[in-house]
């Protein structure tokens, strides 16, 4: 369940707001529905790459526009951090690509995505934050485990998502409730040959 008062986006957004050029948005219930965010070429602080909102040295996207239309979307390699909540409430959104060179999803990212169905996250290295991808529409999403830390309730309240495929060894670090309250036939999968997984941990993830 999304509740439209976990976020006031308003405020988030405006203080990103000196330096932005325009926006094309209509306001619908108390949330911005921007199509684009365009940012002043001279502005020394923030980029606007297809009309996603990237700080200037393009390291760290902050914004991804809610109303955009786009199905599929790959973050651009050299992004290392995903700011908290900047893809939040995307309804169109469905399939994401995170590269290797991300390092940070910060909390609440991806809240309430209603269309997001899959992700796949490239890095091996990366820290999800807390409730990361609460309440998305996920049936599916793939992790390079290694050095991932996924911290408490990072995919709760996904009640489409049956699979998380684990391409390597069980994440360094693993909270808790990461997957409560997913779909009942919601399991882990992961090599024959990882070294870190058992069969106990195995059904006690999948269990959450």
């Excluded at 980029?47 to 239309?69: C, H, M, W």
């Excluded at 399939?95 to 909390?107: D, Q």
């Excluded at 409730?177 to 059904?203: G, L, M, Q, R």
């Amino acid at each position: 369940m999304c509740y439209d008062t976990k976020i006031n986006f308003w405020n988030y957004l405006y203080s990103y707001q000196k330096g932005i050029k325009a926006y094309n948005y209509i306001v619908k219930s108390g949330k911005l529905n921007e199509i684009k965010i365009n940012i002043a070429e001279n502005n020394r602080f923030y980029k606007s790459i297809d009309g996603v909102l990237f700080n200037y040295a393009q390291t760290e996207l902050i914004r991804y526009p809610i109303g955009r239309q786009a199905k599929d979307y790959t973050i651009p390699a050299g992004v290392t951090g995903i700011k908290d909540y900047s893809f939040g409430y995307c309804s169109n959104l469905a399939s994401l690509i995170i590269p290797s060179s991300v390092t940070s999803i910060e909390e609440w990212v991806f809240y309430c995505c209603s269309s997001l169905s899959s992700v796949t996250i490239q890095s091996s290295d990366i820290d999800i934050g807390y409730s990361a991808f609460r309440s998305c529409s996920l049936a599916s999403v793939t992790i390079q485990a290694s050095d991932t830390n996924i911290n408490d309730e990072a995919f709760e309240l996904c009640h489409d998502l049956t699979q998380a495929v684990f391409t390597d060894n069980a994440p360094a670090g693993f909270g808790t409730n990461v997957f409560n309250n997913c779909a009942d036939s919601f399991a882990i999968h992961a090599p024959k040959d990882n070294t870190t997984w058992t069969s106990s941990e195995y059904y006690d993830s999948a269990a959450q």
